[in-house]
C-alpha cells in the first residue's frame, strides 16, 4: 500500500474528482478526511469509504473561510495524529465573457480556487514542517497552461496555482514537503457538465458542438478524462518521497495540451 498510514485532506471531495481521489488514497492505506462545503455530503463519502468511522471523516470546510480551514485542519490533525497529503481540489466554475463578468462572481470564484489553495496550504505546512515530511497537490487543469474564452477567472487562478505551488516547493524543501500541480483536462464531472448548455449559449452552438469543437477537440482519441485517470495521478504525486518530483505540473487530457 503506497500511502499505508499516511493521512490525507481531500478538499471538495464529497463527490467528483476529489471523491475519486479520497477512494483511491484510502485503498492504498491512507485515512482520509473528506472536506466539503456540504458537510452532510462529506459524511456520507466518508461513511461509504469507511463506514467504521475510523479511517475517514468528514470535514466542513469553505476553503475561503480562514476559521473554519484552520478549525477543520486542527480537527483531522487531532483525530488521526499526523496529515501527510493535502489536496487542494475545491473548485467551481462560472463562464462568461470578460466584458460582461461581474465583479463578484469574479471575486467568488478567486476565493474559492486561490484564497482557498492558500489557507488550506498554510494550515496544512504548519504541521507538515513539524513533522519534517508532506506532499501538497493542488488541481489544476490545462487552463494553468492555456486560454478558452469565457473563463477569465478559472483560467487566471489555475495559472496562478503553478506560481504557488512552486513557492512551496522551494519554501517546504528543507522540511521535506514536496508540491506539485495537476493539469486535468475535461473531467465529465457535474462541474462539466454544468458548463456544457452554458456554452452553447453563450458561444451560440449546440451542445453537441460544445463537446466536439471545444472541449475534445484537441485531444489525440476524442475522450474525455476521467477521475480516475486525476486520482492514480494524484496517488503517484503523493506516494513520490523525494524532492526529485517537486514544483512540478502533470498534465492529464488525452494530449489535449502537450509540453
Not at 504541521?127 to 478559472?154: C, T
Request: aromatic fraction near 6%; hydrophobic fraction near 45%; glycine fraction near 8%.
Amino acid at each position: 500500500m503506497q500511502l499505508k498510514d499516511k493521512t490525507a485532506i481531500v478538499t471538495g471531495s464529497a463527490s467528483g474528482i476529489g471523491k475519486e481521489i479520497a477512494i483511491v488514497f484510502a485503498r492504498e492505506g491512507a485515512k482520509v478526511a473528506i472536506a466539503d462545503l456540504d458537510k452532510k455530503a462529506a459524511d456520507a463519502t466518508a461513511k461509504e469509504i469507511d463506514p467504521t468511522g475510523k479511517r475517514a471523516v468528514g470535514v466542513a470546510m469553505d476553503v475561503a473561510n480562514e476559521e473554519q480551514v484552520d478549525a477543520g485542519t486542527a480537527m483531522v490533525i487531532k483525530t488521526f495524529g499526523t496529515l501527510d497529503v493535502l489536496v487542494s481540489n475545491a473548485g467551481i466554475q462560472i463562464v462568461a465573457p470578460v466584458v460582461d463578468f461581474e465583479f463578484a462572481k469574479w471575486k467568488r470564484l478567486l476565493a474559492i480556487h486561490l484564497d482557498g489553495a492558500f489557507l488550506t496550504t498554510r494550515a496544512a505546512l504548519r504541521q507538515m514542517y513539524k513533522q519534517k515530511s508532506g506532499s501538497i497537490i493542488y488541481m489544476g487543469s490545462v487552463h494553468s497552461k492555456e486560454a478558452s474564452k469565457l473563463k477569465a477567472p478559472y483560467v487566471a487562478a489555475k495559472h496562478a496555482l503553478l506560481g504557488l505551488a512552486r513557492v512551496v516547493a522551494k519554501e517546504g524543501a528543507e522540511y521535506g514537503v514536496r508540491a506539485n500541480v495537476i493539469c486535468p483536462g475535461f473531467v465529465r464531472t457535474p462541474l462539466v457538465d454544468k458548463q456544457i448548455p452554458e456554452q452553447a449559449k453563450a458561444l451560440g452552438i449546440t451542445e453537441q458542438q460544445v463537446i466536439d469543437n471545444v472541449m475534445l477537440k484537441d485531444t489525440v482519441d476524442h475522450q474525455f478524462t476521467t477521475v480516475e485517470d486525476v486520482a492514480e495521478t494524484a496517488l503517484f504525486l503523493a506516494g513520490f518521497n523525494s524532492n526529485a518530483l517537486t514544483g512540478q505540473s502533470i498534465i492529464v487530457s488525452h494530449g489535449w495540451f502537450m509540453e
